[in-house]
């Protein structure tokens, strides 16, 4: 048997609004975290001359390149706006402790047509 064992101990509510709980909300701690995203872009394009078909023996090349979460507009002092610790959580919304921002992925890819 360890220090404390046989000891209760009381989760209630002033252990939530506590560092135990990660803290209550602070007024003086919130900020605006209104925010606009470049979600997604893509460009595409088809070549599909008859000289493909001479030379090659393709009917069309297909070209594509695309990219996700490429520009974040905000004032928002942490890693991203759209980020939480909860999850889907609505209890948890606005707390950004311990998470990483949404990545940013570019896709290149090329389709050879015969």
Same mark, same amino acid.
Request: net charge positive.
């Given at each position: ?8 101990? *009381?989760? $209630? *509510?002033?252990?939530? *609004?506590?560092?135990?709980?990660? $803290? ?23 070549? !599909? *001359? ?11 090349? !297909? ?11 905000? !004032?928002?002092?942490?890693? !991203? ?34």
């Amino acid at each position: 048997m360890g220090p404390g064992s046989g000891v209760a101990v *009381q989760l $209630g *509510q002033s252990w939530f *609004q506590s560092l135990g709980g990660l $803290g209550a909300a602070r007024e003086h701690l919130m900020e605006d975290a209104t925010f606009t995203r470049l979600r997604e872009v893509s460009l595409a394009y088809t070549f !599909d *001359q008859p000289a493909l078909r001479r030379r090659l023996g393709l009917s069309s090349i !297909d070209v594509r390149v695309s990219g996700r979460n490429l520009k974040l507009w905000s !004032d928002y002092k942490g890693f !991203d706006p759209e980020v939480h610790t909860g999850g889907a959580a609505v209890a948890n919304r606005g707390i950004d402790w311990f998470t990483n921002p949404i990545s940013r992925a570019w896709v290149f890819s090329i389709g050879l047509n015969r």
